[in-house]
């Protein structure tokens, strides 16, 4: 008599269930399927991992830049003619977007971890896609609009780049488990040695990346020249309205070298101080001369700019954050500034003994001082009675003359040019976006006596990279910051990087070769049970009546077989069945499969 006695040992895997149910909406055990993932579903990885490697460069463009995000938020303001803060949109649609690319690519490497297809549901197929053209789009208007930009992501990596090569490393070894795993179970020797030589390259290429990592920071500490003096671009505008007294008096607080402005011609001929081109966005003109707001600031005379309140909208567009730190008497005092003159700014610096520099602007062709802007500017300076020697004078137009009539002017330009043509010029200094020198270029116009400063620098980071390039002097709007960087965040010799180099990548090969060691010997170890071995193995953990039928019957059986019986042959699990067993250590036997054995 043959008796048909099902066996089916069901457990519980709310990870697994969470795992494929949230990536692929796959809930229920009979969804699941341990089978290769198809074509169209591997082609939507493909897509995952490309969107998560754009939405990586994109954060990191953006977390970069934020040494920059004022200069942004005026570029913005130009266009528009509204000032916001529009980072904050930018920068919470990326932390969005890259927090969920990120958990499904972790979901994707889990999937393969434990054997599953890879089906995205078709709602995260909406939204990887919608994340990929949104990128696409931030990086195509970046391009077009803001493309210089661009340029502080190799600088960045001077600061960033041993340290992100050694997070890809420990991120790389990581994978060691995944793809061990997937050249051991692996049946086709084609697909090992593929998954094998592309896992190995990516790992060899990452062990030799340091040798084009270039850092003027890794450098012999005693070759670190002194400290980059810092100049107020605006004052410090971080602390008090742009280019106000108040503005001006703060930087001098922080002990900066000098003080930087951008300077305009009233239409009476008075040097005063304004970024923009009308007094919208700094001053309260629509509320005095509402008819006139979108007018050009030179069109002004000097008693209707002094009129102006400079302070309130600092008060309330608070663009950096930093209104709500004030005290009541602080914000009094910010409240009540006016427009700045240039002679005001020219004599709180010689006061103070400090440098000036000034971007001059000049007027419309149908301004009265259209012609005689810069002896306008020139006269001022010397009635101030600053020293010459403190003023940095940028403008080209007649550089001849100005040396003429104001011989110790220190001459500066504004455009990178061979040093022999600077020195014929009489041009003894440099003002340069930080983007637009890099080390090589300031040891090489140090070596020809040329002065060289940097704008706009408000990170320590790029202090940091600046100050181990040698550069003298930068340009920054937050020397409240810049003053409590008192050495470079970071700074080791050749010797030192190269010890960091060789032990990671001697660490990180032992660890993988003992990933694909255990996981080698895991899978053959897995591999030599029979079914009724990996049956009772899964079992082991469950002290319940389950266990014991399963020791009965599979003595049972046994005895049987020793008698000389000639029982049934018990039906094989399929090969689904046993991949999952023991891979995950559990038994998941369908409903329509079962053991059949004999007792007689």
């Not at 001006?248 to 081109?277: C, K, T």
């Not at 637009?436 to 040891?443: G, K, S, T």
């Not at 100050?467 to 910051?481: D, L, M, T």
Request: hydrophobic fraction near 45%; glycine fraction near 6%.
């Amino acid at each position: 008599m043959v008796k048909h006695q099902p066996l089916q040992v069901y457990e519980r895997q709310l990870c697994l269930s969470c795992l494929t149910g949230i990536y692929g909406c796959r809930w229920k055990r009979y969804q699941r399927s341990h089978d290769d993932t198809t074509k169209w579903e591997f082609l939507w990885s493909v897509i995952l991992f490309f969107t998560f490697s754009l939405l990586l460069v994109w954060f990191y463009f953006w977390w970069e830049a934020h040494n920059d995000y004022n200069e942004f938020n005026w570029f913005l303001y130009n266009r528009s003619g509204e000032w916001s803060d529009g980072t904050i949109p930018i920068l919470a649609s990326t932390a969005a977007g890259f927090t969920y690319i990120a958990f499904l690519m972790i979901l994707a490497l889990c999937h393969i971890a434990v054997g599953q297809q890879l089906n995205l549901h078709w709602l995260h197929k909406i939204g990887v896609s919608a994340a990929l053209l949104t990128t696409a789009i931030g990086f195509i208007s970046v391009n077009q609009t803001w493309g210089e930009e661009w340029a502080v992501i190799p600088i960045s990596l001077q600061a960033t780049g041993p340290f992100l090569h050694l997070g890809a490393l420990v991120a790389v070894t990581a994978l060691a488990w995944l793809v061990a795993g997937q050249v051991a179970r692996a049946e086709k020797t084609r697909f090992q040695v593929v998954v094998l030589l592309l896992y190995l390259s990516v790992l060899l290429g990452l062990y030799l990346v340091p040798l084009s990592i270039t850092s003027p920071c890794i450098m012999d500490h005693t070759h670190l020249t002194p400290r980059p003096d810092i100049i107020g671009h605006q004052g410090a505008p971080m602390l008090a309205p742009e280019n106000t007294v108040l503005s001006f008096q703060r930087a001098l607080q922080m002990n900066v070298s000098g003080l930087e402005a951008d300077v305009a011609i009233s239409f009476d001929g008075v040097p005063f101080l304004m970024r923009d081109r009308d007094l919208r966005r700094t001053t309260d003109v629509g509320k005095l001369f509402p008819d006139r707001q979108r007018e050009d600031a030179s069109f002004f005379n000097w008693t209707d700019l002094h009129s102006l309140n400079a302070g309130q909208w600092f008060l309330k567009d608070d663009p950096f954050w930093t209104v709500r730190s004030m005290s009541q008497r602080e914000v009094r005092l910010v409240g009540n500034q006016s427009v700045c003159s240039l002679e005001q700014l020219l004599r709180l610096a010689s006061s103070q003994n400090r440098t000036v520099v000034f971007n001059l602007r000049r007027p419309p062709p149908e301004h009265p001082r259209y012609h005689s802007w810069i002896n306008d500017t020139l006269e001022v300076v010397r009635l101030s009675g600053i020293p010459q020697h403190l003023v940095m004078w940028t403008p080209d137009w007649d550089r001849g003359q100005v040396r003429l009539v104001a011989p110790g002017l220190q001459q500066t330009s504004v455009v990178k040019r061979p040093p022999q043509a600077l020195h014929q010029q009489g041009i003894s200094r440099l003002l340069l976006r930080y983007s637009q020198a890099n080390p090589h270029d300031i040891r090489w116009f140090s070596r020809s006596n040329l002065s060289v400063t940097l704008y706009t620098v408000n990170e320590p980071w790029l202090f940091s990279v600046l100050w181990c390039s040698g550069v003298s002097s930068v340009s920054s709007e937050a020397p409240n910051i810049l003053k409590k960087v008192p050495y470079p965040i970071w700074l080791m010799s050749p010797d030192e990087y190269c010890l960091i180099w060789v032990a990671a990548d001697v660490i990180s090969f032992t660890v993988v070769i003992g990933i694909f060691v255990f996981q080698k010997w895991r899978m053959s170890g897995m591999r030599s049970y029979n079914p009724e071995q990996i049956m009772l193995s899964a079992a082991v953990r469950r002290s319940s009546r389950d266990v014991n039928i399963m020791k009965e019957k599979l003595i049972f059986s046994g005895k049987e077989r020793a008698v000389g019986g000639d029982p049934l042959p018990a039906r094989p699990l399929s090969s689904a069945v046993c991949w999952c067993v023991c891979f995950s250590g559990r038994v998941q036997i369908p409903s329509s499969s079962s053991w059949l054995f004999t007792t007689g």
